[in-house]
């Protein structure tokens, strides 16, 4: 110990000592602690564990394939997906990426103005009766299952897209895409929601006091504070869109098709699995193809997660 | 260094010619705290003994509130939080204790914004008597009482115990927080900054209590207030750009001679 200048030149006087045992007492209290400390721990670890578990699965069962007769460059440049074939099968993927991104894209243009807005008037602007309302109403579209969805996709927009743009089949881009994207708002409209009401009153209030309308109190207050909820929310609704099966399924048409308008048919990834897996021989080429095009879409998935975890954090690359 | 020191000895011998059986609650020895690769406090030697109330002035970044984290250990939970040298608790350094948990019971902060904890005014208060294991009622009624009396709140909450803490108004939330911070019955009280919510009347009713306090418990009062310091302060330490510029019998540092003529221009307000 560095000599005190105080105490070293004046006596020292006694220092208080009372009940000092207590400081290197452990008591239950500090168990108990330590003990939930590992608990929690072990909770973080286990999901780190599942998904490296889930990723080791996937790849096994398409490490046949991935690795053996794959062609990677034909995987992902061949928009023809022909597993089936009796002489010649192919298995390229190019078609069913540019299906599941245009269905996602424009799901997109759809979701993010619908629901970014109905969370600013939720928010920023509904009072009383009418937010609470709207609140669970929110709450309740987004409890609707996709299959419903897809089912309105089959005979609500079929029908209407034949009709309004005179065109042969009401099943495409254009038809999955406006189903998913009223099916990611209500979410996406709650998490943006949820961002919002996180921001605390004093910012508001601080921008009323210097008389902001409500909008510029908003735009110049609320948003800046909640942007990384806000992107947050968006890139829920594009990892929506890419694992969404049942409904996209039920409305592209699902067939393999490189998309020229928004009124062909496409066929998407998940979809593709999905109607595929149960029909084919396990150990197959054509099975392995499939975990091949589930391990792209893990890959997939974690670079959006991971691109939305550095944005939100600020991190930018070079 | 040999001039400093002197100074400061004066300081420390002046309070055994007042209270010559003062014993050391607090030993402070080359204290430096650093965020990083930022030094923001550092050369902080001094004692600080039983029962005195021991004011630490200074303008904002001088390091006040950062000193009050390290007492208490609250570098723990800030990983970019880095202390270095020796805080010596009833003689023990805060450092090596196995239970730090026991170091913070005995250690009440108040910091400088309300925190109305989202309980009861009445549960807020008995937080701390009934994490220590106290279950019977009437004690606790009797320590809720007692606290909420010393801090001046008593009498605007008796009737409404069971509303949200977190919904009192600022002031009433400031002094709730004392409430609170009375409530584990500390050897140590650290006051950040505590009337920067409170008006004035009440802030010279809580600066009675301050007083009356004393007698069981010993005072770190970080203060903006320079008068506040001389009203209620011992003894007062100067903080300034992070180094501790002066201790001293507060009364000398203001009519007295003072070390550091920086400390003569602050207490008399011609800076910061």
């Known amino acids: 110990m560095a000599e005190n200048p105080i105490v070293a030149a004046v006596e020292r006087p006694q220092a208080v000592a009372p009940q000092e045992a207590d400081f290197d007492n452990r008591n239950s209290d500090w168990f108990i602690d330590k003990a939930v400390q590992i608990l929690v721990f072990l909770g973080g670890i286990s999901a780190i564990v599942f998904i490296i578990g889930i990723f080791v699965f996937i790849t096994k069962e398409g490490a046949g394939f991935l690795f ?58 509904a009072t009383g009766k009418t937010r609470e309302f709207l609140k669970v109403l929110v709450e309740l579209l987004a409890a609707i299952p996709s299959v419903v969805w897809g089912f309105i996709g089959l005979t609500i927009m079929n029908p209407l897209i034949i009709q309004v743009f005179d065109v042969p089949v009401g099943l495409n881009v254009l038809n999955a895409g406006v189903i998913l994207g009223l099916m990611a708002a209500p979410i996406m409209t709650s998490i943006a929601e949820d961002a919002l009401n996180a921001v605390p009153d004093r910012y508001r209030e601080a921008a009323e006091a210097m008389g902001a309308t409500r909008w510029q109190v908003t735009i110049r207050a609320v948003l800046p504070a909640a942007k990384n909820g806000l992107l947050g929310a968006v890139l829920l609704g594009v990892g929506r869109g890419f694992g969404e099966t049942m409904a996209v399924l039920m409305a592209t048409g699902h067939s393999i098709n490189l998309p020229s308008s928004v009124f062909d048919s496409v066929r998407a990834l998940t979809a593709t699995i999905a109607a595929e897996l149960g029909e084919t021989a396990v150990g197959s080429n054509h099975y392995m193809a499939l975990f091949t095009i589930g391990i792209f879409l893990f890959v997939i998935t974690f670079i959006i997660n991971l691109t939305a975890d550095l944005i939100v954090r600020g991190v930018r690359k070079g | 260094m040999v001039e400093g020191s002197e100074k400061v000895v004066t300081a420390a011998q002046n309070i055994h010619t007042l209270r010559p059986d003062a014993r050391v609650k607090l030993e402070i020895a080359d204290l430096a705290i650093s965020y990083g690769a930022q030094t923001i406090l550092s050369d902080v030697n001094f004692s600080i003994y039983e029962h005195e109330i021991f004011g630490i002035i200074g303008p904002a970044n001088a390091g006040k509130t950062s000193f009050i984290k390290a007492v208490n250990r609250m570098d723990m939970f800030t990983s970019s939080m880095h202390v270095d040298g020796q805080i010596l608790f009833n003689g023990r350094d805060n450092k090596s204790l196995r239970n730090v948990y026991a170091l913070r019971n005995r250690i009440g902060v108040v910091f400088p914004l309300p925190v109305g904890l989202p309980l009861s005014v009445y549960d807020n208060v008995a937080l701390a008597p009934r994490l220590s294991g106290i279950k019977s009622k009437e004690k606790l009624d009797v320590i809720v009482e007692r606290c909420l009396t010393r801090a001046a709140l008593w009498d605007e909450v008796k009737d409404r115990l069971d509303s949200l803490g977190s919904l009192l108004s600022g002031g009433q939330q400031q002094r709730l927080t004392i409430a609170r911070a009375l409530s584990q019955d500390p050897e140590l009280l650290m006051l950040d900054e505590f009337s920067i919510a409170v008006d004035p009347v009440t802030t010279m009713r809580i600066e009675d209590v301050l ?40 009364e000398e540092l203001f009519t007295g001679t003072v070390k550091d003529q920086r400390t003569r221009d602050y207490v008399e307000g011609r800076f910061g």
């Open chain 2, 211 to 250: 007083k009356e306090l004393k007698k069981e418990v010993t005072i770190i009062l970080v203060t903006n207030l320079v008068q506040q310091a001389r009203r209620l302060a011992d003894r007062t330490a100067f903080f300034l750009e992070g180094k501790c510029v002066e201790v001293g019998i507060t």
């Open chain 1, 68 to 125: 053996a007769d794959l062609d990677i460059v034909e995987f992902f440049t061949s928009p023809r997906w022909r597993p089936t074939s009796e002489h010649n099968p192919t298995y390229g993927i190019l078609a069913l990426v540019v299906g599941t991104a245009s269905v996602t894209g424009l799901a997109m243009v759809v979701a993010i103005p619908f629901s970014l807005g109905a969370a600013i008037y939720i928010a920023e602007f």
